[in-house]
């Protein structure tokens, strides 16, 4: 901090490709640093950096195709900068808070590289992710609902977008039996994943938070993705699965009215798509992930005993059912 070791990185390496992987590891090293007295040299640290990042990497960039068209370079460098963002943010909020447009920016770096099909990569930004929607829950007042602390940055564009990436990625819960394998066929998983099952976990409790920030966006999103499997835009196996994880995932976070109107669409929705296809597999998974989906729900089933009569109909129909798993 004394020496001019953060201008040199910055603006002596940095730049320069051959050299941009080490120098960002090194501004993470620094950024790790948690000293209360050089508070100056974190802000230059941090706008400094990113200026540099825009000219390197604009914002307009499709991070999650550059990724996977990337050499190991680009790939290592695009997880270097989520690494030094996560750090700088986390150990250093407050400066970062003080700097509107440059926290701003860093994180819309942040969603884009979240949107990045490798999941050590998810892993570091969702760690962050988690953090701040834990913070800003904590912030909030229970009776006001949502929004942001007198302090915080206007984050609600942001946050309906990692809102958005936590329903579409959501991972495998840990009941779940049913699944595709390599070659596409539906069936049941013998071995516990946990390395999903934790990721699983994770994404529950950032998307919980989230959730409770605002209810009606989380509601939103699952209700506009729920009508694009029923209209067949988004229609996959993987697709609905990961929908219905996420729909079960937050369970108990929505005011009981609110919960029983989102569930009975969401039910209606299902019912009319397991109708709607053709096929053993497809009807396998659709009503796995019905059951899966009421399941979660038991505040719900207790107070709606005629619908808890048809939900045991049905599943004394699916125990007829053969298929491999769905009698699980």
Not at 64 to 80: M, P, V
Not at 89 to 95: A, G, R
Request: proline letters at 3%; glycine letters at 4%; one cysteine or more.
């Amino acid at each position: 901090f004394e020496t001019n070791l953060i201008n040199t990185l910055i603006f002596k390496f940095l730049p320069v490709p051959m050299f941009r992987n080490i120098t960002l590891k090194g501004l993470t090293e620094i950024a790790g640093v948690t000293v209360s007295n050089y508070d100056d040299m974190f802000i230059v640290l941090f706008s400094q950096t990113m200026i540099q990042l825009e000219v390197m990497l604009p914002l307009v960039t499709d991070i999650k195709s550059a990724y996977a068209c990337g050499q190991d370079q680009e790939q290592n460098f695009i997880q270097n900068l989520a690494l030094f963002l996560c750090t700088f943010l986390k150990e250093h909020s407050t400066i970062a808070e003080n700097q509107f447009s440059t926290l701003g920016k860093a994180l819309r770096y942040l969603v884009l590289i979240s949107e990045v099909e490798e999941v050590e990569i998810f892993k570091i930004c969702l760690e962050y992710w988690n953090t701040l929607a834990s913070e800003l829950y904590q912030d909030v007042p229970p009776a006001r609902p949502i929004f942001f602390g007198n302090n915080r940055p206007p984050t609600k564009e942001v946050l309906n977008k990692v809102r958005y990436i936590m329903i579409s990625r959501m991972a495998k819960p840990e009941e779940v039996l049913v699944v595709e394998n390599d070659n596409g066929e539906v069936v049941r998983e013998f071995m516990k994943d946990t390395d999903s099952i934790n990721l699983y976990k994770n994404m529950r409790e950032t998307l919980v938070y989230l959730t409770h920030l605002d209810c009606a966006d989380t509601e939103r999103i699952m209700t506009c993705k729920l009508q694009n499997q029923v209209n067949g835009t988004e229609w996959s196996w993987k697709n609905l699965n990961t929908l219905c994880w996420a729909i079960g995932s937050i369970s108990g976070a929505m005011h009981e009215e609110d919960e029983k109107r989102f569930l009975v669409t969401v039910i209606k929705d299902l019912l009319g798509l397991c109708e709607q296809k053709r096929g053993k597999d497809n009807k396998a998974i659709i009503a796995s992930n019905i059951m899966y989906v009421v399941g979660q729900y038991p505040r719900f089933l207790r107070a709606h005993w005629k619908f808890l009569k048809t939900v045991v109909n049905k599943l004394f129909e699916f125990m007829h059912e053969t298929h491999d798993g769905v009698q699980d």
